[in-house]
């Protein structure tokens, strides 16, 4: 069993806390173990969701560390009106509720804030929240790019991409994936920013055996392809990755962006940045690397762990 009371004052002394007000309000990691940086807590993640510290195990840990680390934390955060616990390595990922100013009154879903941006997270129905926060930059790129483009997004899930999208004033965006759970979380996450949803389109879509379907509102000028590295009868990211990549030319247009996005620690025996290198330079040569997207400096990794964001140009 993993000893947090040992390693509990390295984990307090590398906490990426909120410095102002404004960062107070901000959806945001402070402690990453899972980059395999600090010994010994490689399985503890911790997330302020205003006003809620996550605390999310991927290996159990005794009650005694437990309710110490929630002590520390409290302290660091005073504004935090409740403390949850997620057992990551259990099946299902449930969370307890280790502290609370009001028990009587548990929080299934909350509204957080990234940026200007407004987002509905789930606690305790699923073990992810319907938000990536290792994406911050990433959506924010998107933002930042997607001014009068034609975006497709892949794997969309709750559609994050797609928001930072339309607020950065896309043509259209069309969010395909295979929950119709999480798009309808991605449409409230679109009129939680007011954003009007005539130009987004949702669609529950087998993405492999579709293709024909995601030509049909092409050419897009923006790509974002973010797949799970493997889902149970869907994606085998291994083996499917390529039959994306050999497609771009049928519904990319000519100079467009893609987004490409991998977080895996191996693929091949390939490290998954260089799986996706390779893959890109086999199936799709005409696309030119341009920049890579770092996630924020709180997802400190060793071992090559993390998402990884490689940004393509179509230069014929």
């Known amino acids: 069993m993993p000893d947090l009371i040992t390693n509990l004052s390295v984990l307090l002394d590398n906490l990426h806390l909120p410095t102002n007000s404004s960062e107070l309000e901000q959806a945001q990691r402070i402690f990453h173990g899972r980059g395999h940086a600090y010994e010994g807590l490689h399985h503890v993640t911790i997330d302020w969701l205003p006003p809620i510290i996550l605390i999310t195990l991927f290996a159990k840990e005794s009650t005694t560390a437990i309710d110490e680390l929630a002590a520390e934390l409290r302290k660091k955060l005073p504004d935090a009106k409740k403390v949850l616990l997620q057992h990551r390595y259990l099946s299902h990922g449930p969370i307890d509720e280790i502290y609370s100013d009001d028990p009587s009154n548990p929080v299934q879903r909350l509204e957080v804030l990234e940026g200007n941006l407004k987002f509905q997270i789930t606690l305790g129905k699923a073990r992810n929240t319907g938000l990536f926060l290792d994406m911050r930059n990433g959506r924010q790129w998107v933002k930042q790019h997607s001014h009068g483009k ?16 339309i607020e950065g004033r896309a043509k259209s965006v069309l969010n395909i994936d295979m929950s119709s759970a999480a798009l309808n979380i991605g449409r409230t996450n679109h009129r939680l920013n007011n954003h009007d949803l005539d130009n987004v389109r949702f669609q529950k879509l087998d993405i492999f055996k579709s293709f024909s379907r995601i030509r049909k509102y092409s050419p897009y000028d923006l790509l974002i392809c973010d797949p799970p590295t493997i889902q149970k009868g869907s994606v085998d990211i291994a083996k499917d990755y390529a039959k994306i990549i050999r497609r771009l030319d049928s519904f990319m247009d000519f100079d467009s962006q893609l987004m490409m996005c991998i977080n895996a620690t191996q693929i091949e025996g390939e490290s998954s940045k260089e799986f996706l290198l390779s893959k890109m330079e086999e199936f799709a040569p005409n696309y030119q690397l341009i920049e890579e997207i770092k996630p924020p400096t709180v997802y400190k990794e060793t071992q090559g762990r993390g998402v990884k964001i490689l940004i393509y140009r179509r230069f014929s």
């Open 150 to 165: 034609r975006i497709l997004n892949l794997f969309s899930y709750t559609c994050g991409f797609s928001v930072a999208a």
